[in-house]
């Protein structure tokens, strides 16, 4: 129950900050920079994200520290984030999961990926420390 927990927690985290700061890419930085610098310029924010909300699940839930275990944190998190990605933020774009994937930046989209690896792994990575 807390491994479910943690990764609720965790996705909650990621998923707010990535909506706060989607909005401000959208509505302010592409206009002015397009969208692939847009994404990219965001990255490393959302990586920062990444790490203070991996850490703070670490600490804060009573997780045994196996690598198994704080994997199964980051797997939760990702899979309501892509829930959350394929349902709520399509809907919002009024596009299909084709469609969505169609129009991603091939540099840009490559960046996300990774950072969706990185957001899996996170917890894992950080609580070994």
């Given at each position: 129950?807390?491994?479910?927990?943690?990764?609720v927690v965790y996705f909650a985290l990621v998923f707010g900050a990535g909506f706060v700061l989607g909005?401000?890419?959208v509505?302010?930085?592409v206009g002015k920079v397009g969208t692939r610098t847009a994404e990219l310029l965001?990255?490393?924010i959302m990586l920062g994200?990444?790490?203070l909300?991996?850490?703070?699940?670490?600490?804060?839930?009573?997780i045994p520290r196996t690598p198994s275990r704080l994997l199964a944190v980051g797997c939760v998190a990702l899979a309501l984030l892509l829930v959350c990605e394929f349902t709520f933020v399509l809907w919002l774009q009024g596009l299909t999961i084709r469609g969505y994937i169609a129009s991603r930046d091939p540099v840009a989209g490559t960046?996300?990926?990774a950072m969706l690896g990185l957001f899996t792994v996170m917890p894992m990575l950080l609580a070994r420390r």
């Open positions: 129950m807390q491994i479910l927990k943690a990764g909005t401000i890419r509505l302010w930085v965001e990255a490393p994200v990444t790490i909300a991996a850490w703070w699940v670490a600490q804060r839930f009573v960046v996300y990926i």
